[in-house]
C-alpha cells in the first residue's frame, strides 16, 4: 500500500521530456523539463536528473513514467516507440539502477486515462475511454476502475481500428486506420484538398498555408473559433468521423464516459457537437442502454504526467 508521500511522474516527447512531483490526491506540485536528447542512451540518465530536481528532502515514493509504444506486460520496457529509437530498450531498469526508489513505465495514452480516470473528467465513474485527438489518435481503456493493458500490455492502440478497409495508408503499414481519418494529420490533408480543389472560402487557410510554417492543425483550429466557415466545416468534419469511429469502440467496451483529449480536441464544442451527433446516431442500440456522455478532458497535457506519477505509486 502506498504512502501518503509524493510520486514522479515523466511525460516523454519526441521533443521535450517533462518531469512533475505530485501529490497523493493528483496535484502538480513542482514541473521541470528538457529537450529530448539526440542520443537516446542518455534519456534514462536525463530522467534521474530531473526526478532529483523536483525530489523533496522527504522524498518520493516511485517514478512513474509514460512514453509512446509498446510496454512490455510487466511495465518496465519499451518494445517498441514511433518517437524514440527504442526497440526492448529496459528503460526502467535503466532508470532504476540511477535512483533510489521502484520505477513504473507505462504507455503514454494509458497514464493519461488514468490521470483523467483518477483526478480528472472521469473521476465520477469506473469505465472510461479516453480518446486522445492530436496528429494522431491515442486512447486508453479503464475498466471496473483498473487500467486495461491486454495480454501484453499493448491493448488500446484504437488509432490503428481499421475503419476503412482497403482506405489511406497509414504510418503503421496498414490501410484505413481510424487516425487516418479522424486525427490532425487528417486535419490538416483536408484542409490542403481544399486548398488545391480552389474552395472558394479557403482564403484564410490559404493565408496560413503561406506562412513559413505552412498549415498547422492548431491553425486550422484557431481560424474555426474566430468564425472561418471552412475551417468550421473541417472540424466539424472530423468529429463525425471521430464520432462514427468512437461509436463502434463503445459497442465494444461500454465505458460510462468517454473523454475526448488531445490537441484537436481543445477545439472544444466545435469539434464536440459533431462528434456528439455522430457517436449517438452511429451506436449500436443507442435507445436501449444508459446514455453514454461524451466529455472534454480536465487535465489537458497534464494528464499523462499526473497518470503515470499515481500509476506508480498503486503498481511499485
Known sequence: MS???????????????????????????????????????????????????????????????????????????????????????????????????????????????????????????????????????????VHRGALLRGASGSAAEIGHMRVVPGGLLCGCGQRGCFEQYASGRALVRAARERLEAGDFRAAGLRSKADDSDGLTGPEITVLAQEGDELARELLADLGTWAGEGIASLAAVLDPAVVVIGGGVGEAGELLLEPLRTSFTFHLSGAAHRPAIEVRPATLGNLAGLVGAADLSRITS
Open 3 to 141: 504512502s501518503s508521500r509524493p510520486a514522479v511522474g515523466v511525460d516523454i516527447g519526441g521533443t521535450k521530456i517533462a518531469v512533475g512531483l505530485v501529490s497523493a490526491d493528483g496535484a502538480l506540485l513542482e514541473r521541470v523539463s528538457e529537450p529530448t536528447p539526440e542520443d537516446v542512451g542518455k534519456i534514462p540518465a536525463l530522467i534521474a536528473d530531473l526526478a532529483e530536481r523536483v525530489t523533496p528532502d522527504t522524498g518520493i515514493e516511485a517514478i512513474g513514467i509514460g512514453a509512446a509504444g509498446f510496454v512490455s506486460s510487466d511495465r518496465s520496457t519499451m518494445r517498441f516507440s514511433p518517437n524514440i529509437a527504442w526497440a526492448d530498450e529496459a528503460l526502467g531498469d535503466e532508470v532504476g539502477s540511477l535512483v533510489s526508489v521502484p520505477v513504473v513505465v507505462e504507455n503514454d495514452a494509458n497514464a493519461a486515462a488514468w490521470g483523467e480516470f483518477r483526478f480528472g473528467a472521469g473521476a465520477d465513474v469506473d469505465d472510461l475511454l479516453l480518446v486522445t485527438i492530436g496528429t494522431g489518435i491515442g486512447g486508453g481503456v
